[in-house]
């Protein structure tokens, strides 16, 4: 990351709610031909999550603790806030003294973008403002929020108006269509399930080409980090949705990808 920094834009996207297992049975049927584009043949990593539920999952994230390898004992970080007797950083990790690496961008000479997308990034009260108040410049709206089936055209759209700026560039997505509800992407259901959350996956990835293309046309080398901040359960062992422990909840896809101009 010492050698990224400040030369390359860091592209951070999650994928809220989304399960590994789900995630990885698209790839592996080709049915998401544009994340592809960025996944190598073996498609996502598995990787266990920080936190169990959106909001402690991101601040993790922000703080440098992405989600952690499998089979692993130490996942070296790429970034980390500075703090005495860290384990998992060494000389290739950026650190940091701000609590974010957002904020430390920015002292670099990035510009923060924040495209929102759950309820703890739509700035509507104190708890909705932690999260996008580490950006420069956060965007939300109810287009970009959960119950818009076309969240993620109008998210992707929304990102490519900050694409032109000349500085090097932090954007961050939280895509908002693969959390529930997510029955509307499947004609004629009316409750979600582990189909119809395979189906906002698909919809996503239908909108990619969107941010995709705007990059492309952006001439600077880019990080791109896709991964969930957690899964979501359809009552396996009892358990549903998220905000619990179970392997549907706490594992996720994570891919990295550098893209060089």
Not at 112 to 131: D, P
Request: aromatic share 14%.
């Amino acid at each position: 990351m010492n050698d990224l920094i400040p030369d390359y834009d860091i592209i951070f996207i999650t994928l809220d709610s989304l399960r590994f297992d789900v995630s990885q049975k698209l790839f592996k049927e080709g049915k998401l031909p544009n994340f592809s584009k960025w996944l190598p043949n073996s498609g996502w990593e598995k990787r266990y999550t920080p936190a169990s539920f959106t909001y402690p999952a991101h601040l993790a994230f922000f703080s440098g603790f992405l989600p952690t390898k499998i089979r692993q004992q130490i996942t070296r970080r790429l970034f980390a806030s500075s703090f005495e007797g860290s384990e998992s950083t060494n000389e290739n990790t950026f650190v940091f003294r701000e609590s974010n690496f957002i904020e430390a961008l920015a002292n670099k000479g990035y510009k923060t973008v924040c495209i929102g997308g759950v309820g703890f990034f739509n700035k509507k009260n104190a708890i909705g403002s932690v999260l996008p108040s580490m950006f420069q410049f956060s965007e939300w709206s109810e287009e970009l929020g959960v119950t818009e089936k076309k969240s993620s055209y109008y998210q992707f759209k929304r990102a490519e108006s900050y694409l032109s700026s000349l500085e090097p560039l932090c954007l961050f997505i939280n895509v908002s269509a693969t959390h529930q509800p997510t029955h509307f992407y499947l004609d004629g259901e009316q409750e979600d399930s582990i189909e119809t959350h395979a189906a906002a996956l698909q919809y996503v990835d239908a909108q990619l080409p969107i941010l995709q293309q705007a990059l492309a046309k952006r001439i600077k080398d880019k990080l791109i980090i896709v991964c969930s901040d957690h899964g979501t359960a359809y009552g396996e062992h009892d358990h549903w949705g998220h905000r619990n422990a179970h392997e549907t909840v706490m594992t996720v896809p994570y891919l990295e990808y550098l893209n060089k101009c």
